[in-house]
């Protein structure tokens, strides 16, 4: 069982930056792919990233690719997601979710990951 927790979200000005942290607490952290994920309102659920469990592979959604950055610390039992400039349609609940059986195919998929946090937002203003 793991327990996540987001922070780090706020408002900021278009073309400003954040960093989300996701604290994880339970057993084998390290056998966790990660995801993150979003939601505005009246949206459905989007992918934004992954990061395997040893943090060498990762995948961005390509609305974010080139700003978007996640990362880990194992040791930790952290994640990270550098989010750089910002633009108001970034604006959205993030997500962070972890599963330990996410595969290739299905990395982008909110409905395979068995764990997530509470979210924290995240306000772009222009």
């Known amino acids: 069982q793991v327990q996540l927790v987001e922070s780090g979200g706020g408002l900021v000005q278009a073309g400003g930056s954040l960093r989300l942290d996701c604290a994880a607490s339970?057993?084998?952290?390290?056998?966790?792919?990660m995801g993150w994920f979003r939601q505005a309102p009246g949206k459905e659920r989007e992918f934004v990233a992954y990061i395997a469990w040893n943090g060498i592979t990762t995948h961005y959604a390509d609305a974010v690719k080139g700003r978007f950055t996640t990362s880990r610390d194992n040791a930790k039992a952290m994640v990270y997601l550098q989010m750089n400039s910002l633009k108001p349609e970034d604006t959205a609940a993030y997500y962070c979710?972890?599963?330990?059986?996410?595969?290739?195919?299905?990395?982008?998929?909110?409905?395979?990951?068995?764990?997530w946090g509470q979210g924290t937002q995240v306000t772009v203003s222009s």
């Open positions: 339970g057993r084998a952290f390290g056998n966790y792919a």
């Open positions: 979710a972890a599963d330990p059986y996410i595969s290739r195919a299905t990395y982008y998929q909110p409905a395979n990951y068995l764990h």
